[in-house]
């Protein structure tokens, strides 16, 4: 069916739950999956986060630079795996957004491969994956399949760095590491990663809504740098 238009759904498996009503500050949590639709009818697989054994996590009405996705999940109920057909321009921040998705998850640290990766400049510099350069180059229709896990309704969901704003984060950042230096200094390594890793966390969420190669962008790359060091010790 279609939800939009360039956006055909199929219900893969059913939900026994009824549609929630997603509120803005909604969290779903879901692990996805996206193939690129070839002409010859074949699909090459792209990306999959249980390769990663890590789901993925949005709170809706949070600006997720990908609209699609919140777009696709907000058809679906807990438990359901549903699959989403896109044209090549409902999907076309795919390559960019993705991209810093893969970064975070390799943990990749080299500040200059995102200076050199602006919207300008990816089909002369490249994102650094084969296949995201691709679909920059030759747009293609992609399917998403998604299976959403958890639903849980702005109610549920504690006051945390992930349902904090963005003026919030980036004040956030620089007390959680001050924080983090000081319980290191007393030998407490748990509570001092742990505020490392949400400071990354808070950075990373930033990220995500930035440009890779814009100035935004660079600049919280850089702040990163420091908390990854830290979080390394």
């Given at each position: 069916?279609?939800?939009?238009?360039?956006?055909?759904?199929?219900?893969?498996?059913?939900?026994?739950?009824?549609?929630?009503?997603?509120?803005?500050?909604?969290?779903?949590?879901?692990?996805?999956?996206?193939?690129?639709?070839?002409?010859?009818?074949?699909?090459?697989?792209?990306?999959?986060?249980?390769?990663?054994?890590?789901?993925?996590?949005?709170?809706?009405?949070?600006?997720?630079?990908?609209?699609?996705?919140?777009?696709?999940?907000?058809?679906?109920?807990?438990?359901?795996?549903?699959?989403?057909?896109?044209?090549?321009?409902?999907?076309?921040?795919?390559?960019?957004?993705?991209?810093?998705?893969?970064?975070i998850n390799a943990k990749k640290t080299d500040a200059h491969q995102h200076r050199c990766c602006g919207i300008a400049q990816m089909q002369d510099?490249?994102?650094?994956?084969?296949?995201?350069?691709?679909?920059?180059?030759?747009?293609?229709?992609?399917?998403?399949?998604?299976?959403?896990?958890?639903?849980?309704?702005?109610?549920?969901?504690?006051?945390?760095?992930?349902?904090?704003?963005?003026?919030?984060?980036?004040?956030?950042?620089?007390?959680?590491?001050?924080?983090?230096?000081?319980?290191?200094?007393?030998?407490?390594?748990?509570?001092?990663?742990?505020?490392?890793?949400?400071?990354?966390?808070?950075?990373?969420?930033?990220?995500?809504?930035?440009?890779?190669?814009?100035?935004?962008?660079?600049?919280?790359?850089?702040?990163?740098?420091?908390?990854?060091?830290?979080?390394?010790?």
């Amino acid at each position: 069916m279609d939800i939009s238009t360039g956006i055909k759904k199929k219900i893969l498996f059913p939900s026994r739950s009824p549609l929630p009503e997603y509120y803005d500050g909604t969290k779903i949590v879901f692990h996805y999956k996206t193939y690129r639709l070839r002409d010859d009818g074949e699909k090459v697989e792209l990306d999959d986060s249980k390769k990663i054994d890590k789901p993925m996590e949005i709170l809706t009405g949070k600006k997720f630079k990908l609209e699609v996705w919140e777009l696709c999940l907000k058809t679906m109920c807990e438990s359901e795996v549903s699959s989403f057909t896109c044209e090549p321009w409902t999907v076309a921040c795919y390559p960019p957004v993705m991209k810093s998705l893969r970064d975070i998850n390799a943990k990749k640290t080299d500040a200059h491969q995102h200076r050199c990766c602006g919207i300008a400049q990816m089909q002369d510099s490249g994102l650094g994956y084969p296949d995201l350069d691709g679909l920059v180059k030759d747009p293609a229709p992609l399917e998403f399949v998604f299976e959403v896990t958890t639903i849980e309704p702005p109610g549920d969901v504690e006051k945390n760095l992930w349902a904090a704003t963005d003026s919030e984060k980036k004040t956030v950042i620089p007390k959680l590491r001050e924080e983090g230096n000081r319980l290191y200094k007393l030998k407490d390594y748990d509570a001092a990663t742990k505020k490392y890793s949400d400071a990354i966390a808070c950075l990373e969420q930033l990220m995500l809504k930035e440009k890779p190669g814009e100035p935004e962008h660079v600049d919280l790359e850089e702040l990163k740098q420091p908390l990854l060091l830290n979080f390394a010790m």
